[in-house]
């Protein structure tokens, strides 16, 4: 290894400088000022290998190495830590409730669905009570859709699917207005609008609405992925710092015979509480957010895919009855769902215990109701006694209609999806609390790290002159 | 594009030699480039020869925070034009075609009843007998206790649901009505309605989901294959119902333009026999016909007058034109095989066409519309 350059900065260790060969020289300060820049870390680090062969050259470039070794620890460390706070943050603040009002979106539309169905059943004037029902699921739909799409900005195929919902709803509430209008005079052409408005709904808006939900879920998982998996690259440095210094300090105590340098000692101090503190609090906040995943988000995903299902095979329910005899394709929609969300509703009870158990009891209980009631209203109307199958179907004061036990089953439900969300933000709020102080900590430890290593390397350092 | 280059022109030439370059003095934002350049050229001594003798550069001199700024702009002005064309406004929801909303099951001509009414085939029914002997089909339908019926319920006048009562409605439906109180001396809680699209009311009589058929069903040679017929109950003929200031007068007119009717029904093929070739749309129900009416998506519904007449009820833009060109018997249609149960019903409608209660029935429903008529006249084999 030769340099022709001898840099005046440089400690001059005991030692006699090799020979220097002359060939690279002249060639080097004859190259213009553009190729001398670029020689000059060439330069710089050849000079710094020839000094690290001298004890307090070597010394030098393993203090310095490891003053950096700590800055860059600290840095990456309080960067890590607090991305890990701001993703659970992003969590907790954005993208559980975005995934809950793209999941409102789903439930609204198929609920107006459902209920612009059963208002059509009602003989004469529509119910007060369905139309508010009504107006508040488009309201809601409308309010959800324009959260979801604030969202949808950047991922193509969330702002694809928002953009067939926002295009399709406006068209849906004309055509159910147009089928109100018919409806209201008497002419049966009213109830062929119904069918169109729900024919956009089940085969566009629909499918759109499930779409987006899946994308969302699926985003939330992700940040759920990011945000309970181990920091390797933040922990191998912390772990690489403290292998360092404790390599210095047998170096040290090897050369100089004696057994303590404080500075290094506060050093590896400081390192091993980095590296306590930051698994310790780090593994805490891993559990905690799978605990949400799995307390909270992912049965509530389970209850509001059963709750889709079954709102939708209510809205088959009504849309056979509306039909009259042309209804067999919403029957077998019907009995396609059933399966469903009733293993959808076994599911989520393998996965909830307590309180928000008790209302997939409660749910499973209803489901059952309703599903054994759906088969006396087919029988009815298959039976010929139509008016006595929509009265059994529609109204909401018989006991074991299918409205009362549908109605429970949907408010059992929410009530689980409720305890579900609260469960989810309960674990993640306290992952949050798990990294307290954390990223200022490592920051301060560091610059610590960094302090012991300056003042013990100094101290030795000072020995040589 | 042609400024942005004269200035990066006069840039470059200030940088490599001072006044090499030769700038537009028109341009105030090369002069800027220029000026700023100059004391670092070394002539500080005289700043007037670097300035440029526009006047919005005077302004800009005499205060330093705007010659900052016009600076700064001319540094933008300078990069922007380097980076080239600035590009066209973007359009923030770009939204090609807008598909109009269908309803469920808009066809072409697939599934058009083949033959019309045209065909060598008998088309008389056999001869009425109100006798019900036991093990007969009435027998057992008496048994049951119900008259199951298949029905329309979207045509307004012949079969329809009354909204605001929840019954069906119609002369379709007081046929059967006729039917089952013959059978059950009322009947009231005797009927089993079905409602079916007009595609389904052979499969209906095929599997024997229902006894009988009354939906305004035209007695044809290729359903006679299938199914059996009564004697013919109402003669309809085929119309056209267009928008009122639509100029149309008949299918010959329409030609290349999308005329409506449902599936398997005899109208959807006379449409596409048609001489002046319209464009058939076909769909599950008479009603969707109208809807698809409404909202523009086809310019005329082809079929018998009665229905027609229904709609035009409904939408007071719409009108019957044109003559009938064709003769439609309906007749109600009943499974293959049951002689008994076709020469039954013809002895009651024998009894509905001569005792008042025909005639009644038309001035109720039809009469308003479609003005006086008569019953049929019928033969039988």
């Known amino acids: ?465 | 594009m042609k400024t942005p280059f004269i200035r990066i022109g006069g840039l470059r030439g200030d940088a490599g030699g001072g006044t090499s370059g030769a700038p537009s003095l028109r341009d105030p934002l090369d002069g800027i480039a220029r000026r700023r350049r100059c004391p670092r050229e070394g002539t500080p001594e005289n700043p007037l020869r670097c300035k440029p003798p526009s006047s919005q550069q005077a302004a800009a001199a005499a205060y330093k925070i705007p010659k900052r700024l016009a600076a700064v702009v001319a540094a933008v002005g300078l990069l922007l034009a380097g980076c080239g064309s600035a590009g066209t406004p973007v359009d923030p929801a770009p939204v090609g075609h807008v598909q109009a909303p269908e309803p469920d099951g808009v066809g072409g001509l697939e599934g058009a009843a083949a033959g019309g009414q045209a065909g060598n085939c008998d088309t008389r029914s056999l001869a009425p007998s109100s006798a019900i002997p036991a093990g007969s089909t009435m027998a057992k339908i008496k048994q049951r206790g119900r008259l199951i019926a298949g029905v329309d319920q979207t045509t307004y006048l012949f079969g329809f649901l009354n909204p605001s009562t929840g019954n069906l409605e119609g002369f379709d439906i007081e046929i059967v009505k006729q039917l089952a109180t013959a059978l059950f001396g009322s009947w009231q809680g005797h009927v089993q309605w079905t409602a079916i699209p007009s595609s389904q009311r052979e499969n209906v009589l095929k599997n024997n989901t229902v006894d009988v058929v009354v939906r305004t069903y035209s007695i044809t040679c290729s359903r006679l294959r299938d199914i059996n017929f009564s004697s013919t109950y109402y003669q309809a003929g085929q119309r056209v119902l267009v928008p009122r200031n639509s100029g149309v007068r008949g299918l010959a007119d329409l030609g290349a333009r999308k005329v409506c009717a449902t599936k398997s029904s005899t109208s959807l093929t006379a449409i596409a026999q048609a001489p002046s070739r319209p464009i058939p749309v076909s769909v599950n129900n008479w009603s969707d016909c109208l809807v698809l009416l409404q909202q523009g998506q086809v310019d005329a519904i082809s079929t018998d007058d009665v229905i027609l007449a229904g709609m035009a009820k409904q939408d007071p833009n719409l009108e019957v034109v044109g003559d009938r060109f064709t003769q439609e018997n309906y007749g109600v249609g009943i499974p293959k095989g049951q002689d008994d149960m076709v020469r039954w019903v013809n002895s009651v409608l024998d009894g509905v066409r001569s005792n008042g209660t025909w005639q009644q029935n038309y001035n109720e429903w039809i009469a308003p519309v479609l003005g006086p008529a008569s019953p049929p006249s019928v033969s039988y084999q």
């Open chain 1, 1 to 465: 290894m030769t340099s022709t350059v001898t840099r005046p900065g440089a400690p001059d260790g005991p030692g006699v400088q090799p020979p220097v060969p002359l060939s690279p020289a002249p060639q080097e300060s004859g190259r213009g000022g553009f190729a001398g820049l670029l020689d000059l870390p060439v330069t710089a680090f050849r000079s710094v290998l020839r000094s690290a062969r001298k004890s307090p050259g070597r010394l030098t470039v393993i203090g310095v190495g490891l003053v950096v070794l700590a800055l860059l620890t600290g840095v990456v460390g309080t960067i890590a830590v607090q991305d890990r706070k701001d993703t659970i943050n992003d969590l907790i603040d954005r993208r559980e409730p975005l995934t809950a009002a793209s999941q409102e979106v789903y439930r609204s539309l198929s609920d107006a669905d459902a209920t612009s169905a059963n208002a059509f059943l009602v003989i004469g004037t529509e119910p007060p009570e369905l139309r508010s029902r009504y107006d508040l699921d488009i309201a809601r739909a409308g309010a959800a859709l324009a959260k979801a799409a604030s969202d949808s900005e950047g991922v193509a195929d969330a702002a694809d699917k928002v953009n067939i919902i926002a295009r399709g709803l406006p068209v849906y509430t004309g055509l159910i207005e147009r089928a109100r209008t018919n409806n209201r005079q008497g002419y049966p052409v009213g109830a062929s609008y119904l069918r169109e408005a729900s024919t956009l709904m089940r085969q566009t808006i629909l499918p759109a609405a499930s779409d987006l939900y899946h994308i969302d879920t699926e985003r939330l998982l992700e940040e759920q992925d990011d945000a309970s998996g181990f920091p390797w690259f933040t922990a191998i440095l912390v772990l690489g710092l403290l292998g360092s210094l404790i390599a210095t300090q047998i170096y040290l105590t090897r050369h100089t015979n004696r057994l303590l340098n404080i500075g290094l000692v506060v050093a590896t101090g400081a390192t091993v509480l980095i590296f306590l503190w930051g698994t310790v609090a780090l593994l805490v906040q891993s559990l905690l957010v799978s605990s949400g995943d799995e307390d909270g988000s992912h049965p509530v995903d389970v209850l509001v895919r059963a709750r889709s299902a079954a709102v939708q095979a209510r809205a088959d329910e009504m849309m056979t009855l509306v039909a009259r005899g042309d209804g067999a394709a919403y029957e077998t929609n019907f009995q396609q769902l059933e399966p469903i969300f009733t293993g959808l509703l076994g599911e989520a009870r393998g996965l909830l215990d307590g309180a928000a158990g008790a209302q997939v009891d409660a749910a499973q209980v209803n489901a059952n109701a309703w599903l054994s009631t759906h088969k006396d209203v087919r029988a009815m109307d298959d039976g010929g006694a139509y008016s006595d199958a929509v009265k059994k179907a529609v109204d909401a004061s018989v006991p074991d209609g299918s409205a009362a036990s549908f109605g429970k089953l949907d408010e059992a439900l929410v009530n689980a999806i409720n305890i579900g969300r609260q469960d989810f933000l309960d674990d993640t709020r306290n992952a949050d609390r798990a990294l307290i102080l954390l990223a200022p900590g490592i920051a301060v430890l560091a610059v610590v790290a960094a302090g012991g290593v300056t003042m013990g390397i100094r101290d030795r350092l000072r020995e040589y002159r």
